[in-house]
């Protein structure tokens, strides 16, 4: 099966920045879309930002213009940088993938989360 391993969590002060990585590994033909979402607690989980294998990125409103996704093919990892992080960034950030599989199949995978924490 695949796996997404999430990693570069941590504690940050107001302004500062974080780098989130996301590697998918395992036995897969492609990945289409990746993507990030997060969740605070008592609130549901929401899109982050997106980037396709093809085309422009989506991102949320509240993050628009501070975090910037990208993805590096040849390490099937996705990334995300947080600049200018806010207490209200705080959640914990899961990556996703949309993965091809080698047996035709096309399955959405979810990473097991890492938590960014924000303090003012």
Do not use: H
């Not at 990693?7 to 780098?19: H, I």
């Not at 930002?49 to 993050?63: L, Q, R, W």
């Not at 040849?74 to 047996?103: F, H």
């Amino acid at each position: 099966q695949v796996q997404l391993v999430e990693s570069g969590g941590g504690l940050v002060q107001a302004g500062g920045s974080l780098r989130l990585s996301c590697a998918a590994s395992g036995s897969f033909f492609s990945i289409n879309g990746m993507g990030w979402y997060r969740q605070a607690p008592g609130k549901q989980r929401e899109l982050v930002a997106v980037i396709p294998s093809v085309g422009s990125t989506n991102y949320a409103d509240s993050v628009k213009g501070r975090f910037t996704i990208s993805r590096d093919n040849a390490k099937n990892t996705v990334y995300l940088q947080m600049n200018s992080l806010k207490p209200e960034d705080t959640a914990v950030y899961y990556c996703n993938a949309d993965i091809k599989g080698r047996g035709w199949s096309r399955s959405i995978y979810w990473g097991q989360g890492t938590q960014v924490t924000v303090s003012s």
